[in-house]
């Protein structure tokens, strides 16, 4: 369990984020780290004092978090991890329920769910955080993709799974894809979402190219540490910096 604190503001800060990245070590492809950086970020710019967590396999858990990322992985990462992460399983639930807002990608996110079946017919047991089943398909769905969303607007990406993920009724989707595969290339659903959980597929990492979605969680994550989310406009060229970003990768072919 490793903590990097930084106090960024002048005067006191607004308050603390206690942010943990899990299973940094095993689970982390496609640049979805950045995903923690930003949400970082953004919350020093609004004035908090952010403590970064990370938990690998083997390591304390600690469950004083308001907010937790995790990557996505290989097929082997998910093997290497499945194990612990059942052993936190009921924790990782129970913090879920209780609020603690959470975004998982693609392997994660699978293991999030019930199961996860990979391509060569092995079933990894998930967590159930999410309602949610993955059996590997013959083909890999690859490829940009943007999800319309309920909250979030158009949300961009960047997917390369083989899961095939279907939602039970205990979860509703991200959104709906616009191009993309998505779930499962067939019912036109992306992601998963339950309490403040967001499962998704979409790599990029996610965040810098949808910041409505890090400012959701981040609002949720103030709301867990128990202050207002009352979020101040953030100055300079980001804004537009961001809209090229976004402008850029909904051009490009799927
Ligand atoms: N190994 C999983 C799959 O192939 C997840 C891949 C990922 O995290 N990009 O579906």
């Known amino acids: 369990m490793s903590t990097l604190y930084e106090h960024t503001t ?16 095993d689970m982390n492809i496609y640049g979805d780290w ?11 710019w609004q004035g908090y004092d952010v403590e970064m967590l990370s938990y690998d396999r083997g390591q304390e858990l600690d469950e004083d978090i308001h907010l937790v990322v995790g ?12 194990e612990d992460l059942l052993a936190r399983g009921q924790a990782l639930r129970d913090m879920a329920e209780a609020g603690t807002p959470m975004l998982v990608i693609c392997g994660l996110y ?11 017919g092995q079933e990894m047991p998930g967590i159930g ?7 590997a398909g013959p083909l890999r769905l690859i490829g940009n993709i943007a999800v319309e969303s309920e909250g979030f607007g158009t949300v961009i990406g960047y997917e390369n799974h083989s899961g095939l993920t279907r939602l039970g009724p205990g979860a509703r989707p991200l959104g709906r894809v616009r191009p993309g595969e998505g779930n499962n290339g067939e019912d036109g659903t992306e992601g998963a979402r339950c309490h403040h959980v967001i499962g998704t597929y979409l ?8 910041p409505v979605v890090a400012d959701w969680l981040l609002a949720r994550a103030v709301e867990r ?8 406009a953030v100055e300079g060229p980001l804004g537009a910096w961001t809209d090229r970003a976004r402008e850029v990768a909904l051009s490009r072919p799927r």
């Not at 002048?10 to 206690?18: F, K, M, Q, S, V």
């Not at 790599?203 to 949808?210: D, E, Q, V, Y």
């Not at 540490?225 to 101040?232: A, E, I």
Request: proline share 5%; no cysteine.
């Open 71 to 82: 990557g996505g992985g290989q097929d082997s990462g998910q093997e290497r991890i499945k």
């Open 10 to 25: 002048e005067g006191p800060a607004r308050g603390r984020i206690r942010l943990l990245q899990l299973y940094p070590g």
């Open 225 to 232: 540490s128990g202050r207002q989310w009352d979020p101040v």
């Open 34 to 44: 950045g995903n923690a950086l930003v949400l970082a970020r953004r919350a020093q």
């Open 110 to 120: 699978q293991l999030f769910g019930h199961h996860f079946v990979t391509s060569g």
């Open 203 to 210: 790599h990029g990492s996610l965040l810098p190219k949808n």
């Open 129 to 135: 955080v999410l309602d949610a089943h993955t059996v």
